[in-house]
């Protein structure tokens, strides 16, 4: 086996052993190469488990973090996907194997131009990337099956309930930006909301308004 198979195979290993386990998934991460989402110094450490820093002062998450988030979302192949926070990309790409359609969004120009040159040049298709304050999420496309939001909100917002198709599934970190948050799922049934906690993470803020980059 050369290296870089052995490097995927740990990898795969390293998400099993954290708890992914949805086929769909794993085979997904598998064919999403991390490192083109993290450019620079931080490239050789795309196949180890942990956040890095890209460009605008935020993160790429952890591997295992996306999986398991991915894995709550049970996104099928029919689902129009709409995910708040694009930050490299890495996200969206994966959503984009499982999913007919991705919508992402970022407060950061500079974030979704780089994100949208990566799925270019990688062929990818499917995801529709804009720049804007997602707390408003895109009532255009509205609803949606499927929401995933990688910063932090204090609530569910509103905006984002509101564009959940009946039978749709949220999922999101809340709590204060300063502590561990918690990761939970929303899903929307024809008479209202349910909430269930998955685990504690930790993610940067949601903020009001577009970014300076
Ligand atoms: N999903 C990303 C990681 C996201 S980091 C990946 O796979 O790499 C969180 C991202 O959320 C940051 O890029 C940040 O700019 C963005 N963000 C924070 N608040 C936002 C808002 N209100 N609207 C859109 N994006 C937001």
Known sequence: ??????????????????????????????????????????????????????????????????????????????????????????????LAQLARRVYTVDRFKRLVTEARAIFDAHDITNITTFTADGSHGFAEQAPFDRILLTAAAEDAPSPLLAQLRVGGVMVLPVGQSDTVQTLIRVTRHETGYDYEELRPVRFVPLLEGLGQD
């Open 1 to 94: 086996m050369n290296d870089s198979a052995n490097i995927k195979m740990q990898f795969l290993f390293a998400l099993r052993s954290k708890g992914i386990t949805d086929a769909r998934v794993l085979t997904a991460m598998e064919k999403v190469d991390r490192a083109a989402y993290v450019r620079g110094i931080f490239a050789d450490k795309a196949y180890e488990d942990m956040p890095l820093p890209i460009s605008c002062g935020q993160t790429i998450s952890q591997p295992s973090v996306v999986g398991i988030m991915t894995q709550a979302l049970d996104v099928q192949s029919r689902h129009k996907v709409l995910e708040i926070g694009t930050g490299s990309g890495y996200q969206a790409a994966i």
